[in-house]
């Protein structure tokens, strides 16, 4: 199956950037969001996001100012925004990008179900709940896949497509293609906690944040011996604040859950999400946030 129109549900911390990757990719995109606010910072994300990256190709003189200016306004002007389901008649491919809560996502699902085509794919960006469940709650669990990007969306290329119990391999095919096509690279994985590259990461970082909280070492001399080691590009506190500490948290106590003591859920991150400061998107976590 070829995707001719996709949408995103969900204008947060990735909706914003996975449409504007899909609009980058030269196909129409609904962004949908509950209130109206959520959906313009979703659509402000993805100007700032394509602003940067033609800024960048004006600087290497592969393009003009005037040419950037022109791209900018294509590019942006194939996301639509909206608060309701209208312009989700045709589509060929959903993203959800709601918060990481199972509840929420089955009502999500069980609303697409009823205003897509029949034949659509039902995709979750969910980095660690299960497919199977959300595809419980609609009409065509063959049709719901994991199709999970990494932050920053815009610039990370790997997408996980994760296979439910019920989903089809013409849908794993057709996720697979899809990514191609939005310039990603696929990998196919089953269903398990954490799927593929989370159980990779939280499996070393979890050991960061161990000795974080057992030394009580300060997070931002951390995370500038793990960059400046050039294991990472930036630091795992960094990071998580960038990625959503709830979000993160979630993440860890599933792996913990499913796997043991050997995954690890920083005492501090916790104290953090109680607290209300989820990182980049509350202005505060283990950092300041503009």
Same mark, same amino acid.
């Given at each position: ?24 990719? /030269?196909?129409? =995109? ?5 209130? @109206? *606010?959520?959906? !313009?910072?979703? $659509? +402000? ?9 033609? /800024?960048?190709? =004006? ?5 003009? @100012? *005037?040419?950037? !200016?022109?791209? $900018? +306004? ?98 794993m095919q057709s996720a697979a293609n899809f990514a191609q096509q939005i310039r990603k ?78 995954f690890y859920v920083s005492s501090a991150m916790k104290e953090l999400v109680e607290a209300?400061n989820y990182g980049q998107k509350t202005g505060k976590g283990f950092y300041e946030h503009?």
């Open positions: 199956m070829f995707v001719f129109k996709a949408a995103v549900v969900g204008a947060g911390t990735m909706g914003g950037e996975i449409a504007q990757v899909v609009a980058s990719a /030269g196909l129409p =995109v609904v962004l949908k969001d509950v209130k @109206q *606010e959520l959906v !313009d910072q979703g $659509l +402000e994300k993805a100007r700032q996001v394509t602003q940067g990256q033609l /800024g960048g190709l =004006v600087k290497k003189e592969k393009i003009t @100012q *005037e040419q950037a !200016d022109a791209q $900018l +306004e294509e590019i942006v002007g194939r996301i639509a925004g909206t608060t309701e389901y209208e312009g989700f008649g045709d589509v060929d491919f959903v993203i959800e990008a709601v918060p990481e809560r199972m509840q929420v996502k089955q009502a999500v699902f069980a609303e697409l179900d009823e205003v897509t085509p029949g034949q659509a794919i039902l995709a979750s960006n969910t980095s660690s709940l299960s497919i199977t469940e959300m595809g419980e709650a609609t009409t065509r669990p063959h049709k719901v896949v994991g199709f999970h990007f990494f932050y920053p969306a815009s610039t990370l290329r790997l997408i996980e497509v994760i296979e439910g119990d019920e989903t089809s391999e013409d849908t690279q696929p990998i196919r994985c089953g269903e398990a906690p954490g799927f593929v590259v989370n159980r990779i990461l939280n499996s070393s970082v979890s050991e960061i944040w161990r000795v974080r909280d057992e030394e009580e070492l300060d997070v931002k001399d951390v995370d500038k011996v793990v960059q400046e080691s050039k294991a990472a590009p930036m630091g795992p506190f960094f990071l998580a604040d960038l990625v959503g500490l709830d979000t993160v948290v979630h993440v860890a106590e599933h792996l913990r859950d499913s796997f043991g003591d050997r209300g503009g």
